[in-house]
Nanobody, 116 residues
Framework: QVQLVESGGGLVQAGGSLRLSCAAS????????MGWYRQAPGKQRELVAV???????TYADSVKGRFTISRDNAKNTVYLQMNSLKPEDTGVYYC??????????WGKGTLVTVSS
């Protein structure tokens, strides 16, 4: 069974940068959109950014201008470049692959902690 594996989380000071990666463990041929979600302590999971198969991107207002999502279709990998990080960006970041012919795939999450 194909799984998503995230990497790149960690502890960073406010104003710093991190790059998250999420790769599928096997081949997937019906990926529509790839995205990143996050869940802060005590809050609901929220959309951070999504990129469609055609390259169209959507961002949460709170990260516009600071975060950039990109994808490598050949590698079934999605990236999230996070710059100018703020303490309110702290949370567990999950990647999501939206599929055409099957249920969505979710990663197990990677923790991002931004210190003030």
């Amino acid at each position: 069974q194909v799984q998503l594996v995230e990497s790149g989380g960690g502890l960073v000071q406010a104003g710093g940068s991190l790059r998250l990666s999420c790769a599928a463990s096997g081949s997937i041929f019906d990926i529509n959109a790839m995205g990143w979600y996050r869940q802060a302590p005590g809050k609901q999971r929220e959309l951070v950014a999504v990129i469609t198969s055609g390259g169209t991107t959507t961002y949460a207002d709170s990260v516009k201008g600071r975060f950039t999502i990109s994808r490598d279709n050949a590698k079934n990998t999605v990236y999230l470049q996070m710059n100018s990080l703020k303490p309110e960006d702290t949370g567990v970041y999950y990647c999501n692959f939206r599929r055409v012919y099957a249920m969505d795939l979710w990663g197990k999450g990677t923790l991002v902690t931004v210190s003030s």
